[in-house]
């Protein structure tokens, strides 16, 4: 009995993670892609970095904490997310909706910008400056 109930669990786990290769998403995190890992980095190509703008009712223009402690939500889910948000911005409302939560004294958000920053590279190292192309934008909803 044993033997079949960890042999079982091993198949549901292989099944699991050979789906998160196959559709090539973290969704089923910690068995989703690897795909990480699996390529190496050219030293003579971009490195591209998701980060979130938002505009505050008292007029600031300042960087959206992706982490726990900030809206709860990390870099890499927004960007294992990316294409949704870009598709349905509205997504975002979540983000003012937990920051609101997580901190009611501090200033709230009226405005999102999804940014994606490029540096390139040359032998590994930055050339030039980095160039920031806007994703898509958000009005947040009181």
Request: glycine residues 8%; without cysteine.
């Amino acid at each position: 009995m044993g033997v079949s109930w960890r042999l079982g669990v091993t198949l549901v786990a292989l099944a699991i993670l050979t789906l998160g290769q196959i559709h090539d998403t973290n969704d089923y995190f910690p068995l989703g892609s690897l795909s990480q890992y699996a390529t190496p980095r050219d030293m003579d190509g971009a490195v591209r970095s998701t980060y979130i703008m938002a505009d505050t009712v008292s007029g600031d223009h300042v960087r959206v904490p992706l982490h726990k402690d900030g809206v709860g939500v990390g870099r890499a889910d927004i960007e294992s997310q990316l294409d949704r948000i870009i598709d349905d911005p509205s997504l975002l409302q979540g983000l003012a909706d937990a920051w609101a939560e997580l901190h009611p004294d501090a200033d709230q958000y009226t405005a999102f910008y999804v940014l994606r920053e490029t540096t390139q590279l040359k032998d590994g190292l930055k050339i030039g400056e980095p160039t920031v192309e806007e994703l898509t934008t958000w009005e947040v909803r009181r």
